[in-house]
């Protein structure tokens, strides 16, 4: 019986082991003067992934809980007890980390936005010159289609 709560109490510390990585990695992309986008939706969807499988086996224990009338932290069950406290150490671990990502995420989100006015900014400035030298507000040009 109390077989299905160690299972997953082991899973939900494996998980939240797995996730550690993943919220380093996302940390370090996002303190690079570039980013790489496809690089950052890859670790965005396996965080996502791993935080959805983490919620599943929460809600797991949860239920495991009830029905065998306990607690965290479970003192009377020193097996129980021991994995739970690894538990909560590395998910504190792994919250930590993961506050730390959202002001540079944030940081970066306002970079983006000022680099995106900007270049709409120059884009309505944009002019061509003609043969006569005079500049032309109006952009209008030639469109082809070539088949090859």
């Known amino acids: 019986m109390m077989n299905n ?19 380093a990695e996302e940390l370090s992309q996002l303190n690079r003067p570039q980013l790489n986008p496809f690089t950052l939706q890859m670790l965005s969807d396996n965080k996502s992934r791993l935080l959805s499988t983490i919620n599943f086996y929460e809600e797991q224990r949860k239920v495991e809980e009830s029905r065998l ?9 020193p097996l129980l007890s021991s994995l739970w406290d690894n538990v909560i150490a590395i998910a504190r671990q792994t919250s930590s980390m993961n506050m730390s990502i959202y002001p540079i995420f944030e940081l970066q989100m306002q970079k983006a936005s000022t680099l ?3 270049v709409k900014q ?3 400035r944009a002019a061509l010159y003609g043969a006569d030298r005079t500049s032309q507000q109006k952009l209008k040009g030639k469109a082809y289609n070539i088949n090859i």
């Open 5 to 23: 709560l160690r299972i997953t109490l082991t899973k939900l510390h494996s998980l939240l082991t797995e996730l550690k990585p993943v919220l």
């Open 69 to 77: 009338g306990m607690a965290a932290p479970y003192h009377q069950q």
């Open 122 to 124: 120059v884009s309505h």
């Open 116 to 118: 995106k006015s900007m």
